[in-house]
């Protein structure tokens, strides 16, 4: 099952068993939404995202003989034992370098996390770095991406900064993110995260995908017109056509959604908050040109140009329901840091 890296040398890299990693969230421009293997991650489309530079998550990872179980602390929370998917994937880069000391994670988010603002792609991307380097293990990016992404699909992205594509592939060797273009290549794009007041508890992007892949007669449209959307991002993004990207997000956005709605039981990620952004964006598109995208959560991003971008966070900030804005250009990549969130 493990593809990428299983025959590098252990050894330490850096301090000992310890090391700490920071990777930026991301947002999906052409979505992925669905499955084809849940136990590896690998989608049923490929996808394109922007690393946002403003949401980021660090990460500091130690492997020790002193410590008797895995523990996470993330946000200043413990997680339980039973909130799996981190401890899985600190036994799975485990695995992979042959070691068997367990683990003390903590992780810290500049962002409010598990709102449908991306938190699991920035999440798994730093555990993945920090993890693979406290190991000994020497990946590539490309190996990191593969590593990421079984921990949380969206996470194989964050590994790389500016532009990136997830290539669905044919197996777990294959699927993995590539740069289509750095982060200076588009320097005036804008992801303006934009956070409605606190909504109930979300169905999670796992088991939303899942549902709408097994039930919705409309999942077969969004796998169809696929191709032709990301060839469309793909040429928007080299030419820096904001109306062509923007639009085209948006229009992919809204074909995700609508297979969501169509499943059953229904899964309605929107509150009156997320429609009446919808609308407003439309409506000031005549005069200040923006865009929106949702993920899985009532939150929206709204797209714009730096030069209209403080106009616009105003205009969003005097919306009813909006509570914060977090303004992104395209950020860097995942990385590992000197500076440990313990001793
Ligand atoms: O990998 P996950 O579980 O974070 O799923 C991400 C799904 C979407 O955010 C809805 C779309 C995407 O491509 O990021």
């Known amino acids: 099952m493990v593809e990428a890296g299983g025959s590098n040398p252990p050894g330490p890299i850096g301090d000992g068993m310890k090391a700490t990693a920071k990777a930026n969230a991301n947002i999906a421009l052409v ?11 690998l ?5 394109i995202s922007m690393t946002c530079d403003a949401m980021e998550t660090v990460t500091t990872v130690e492997f020790s003989e002193n410590y008797d179980t895995d523990t996470a602390i993330i946000n200043d929370e413990e997680l339980h034992s039973d909130q799996k998917r981190v401890y899985d994937h600190i036994s799975l880069i485990r695995k992979m370098a042959g070691i068997k000391e367990k683990a003390k994670i903590v992780s810290e988010s500049n962002f409010p996390v598990a709102a449908g603002l991306a938190s699991s792609a920035s999440g798994f991307a730093a555990l993945t770095v920090a993890a693979a380097a406290a190991a000994g293990l020497k990946l590539s990016e ?8 079984q921990g949380s699909g969206s996470a194989c992205r964050s590994i790389f900064g500016g532009f990136v594509e997830w290539k669905k592939g044919t197996k777990s060797s294959d699927s993995y993110a590539e740069q289509i273009a750095g982060k200076d290549h588009w320097k005036d794009f804008r992801m303006i995260a934009t956070i409605v007041k606190e909504a109930r508890k979300a169905v999670s992007s796992r088991s939303g995908m899942s549902q709408t892949v097994k039930t919705s007669p409309y999942y077969g449209g969004w796998l169809s017109s696929i191709e032709e959307d990301l060839k469309g991002m793909r040429e928007a993004i080299r030419s820096k056509n904001f109306t062509a990207a923007g639009s085209l997000a948006e229009y992919n956005a809204l074909k995700m959604h609508c297979t969501m709605m169509t499943s059953k039981p229904p899964i309605i990620y929107w509150t009156p908050a997320t429609v009446e952004i919808m609308n407003a964006v439309r409506e000031w598109r005549q005069d200040l040109e923006s ?24 205009r969003l900030s005097e ?13 860097d990549g995942s990385s590992v840091s000197k500076n440990h969130l313990f001793d």
């Open 291 to 314: 865009y929106f995208t949702m993920d899985a959560g009532p939150n929206v991003k709204v797209m714009c140009l730096k030069k209209d971008e403080k106009e616009l966070r105003q």
């Open 142 to 149: 490309k190996e990191l991406s593969i590593v990421a992404r």
């Open 43 to 47: 989608p049923h489309n490929s996808s």
């Open 319 to 331: 919306l009813d329901g909006v509570v914060k804005t977090i303004s992104c250009a395209p950020g």
């Open 31 to 41: 979505k992925y939404w669905g499955k084809r293997d849940e136990a590896l991650i």
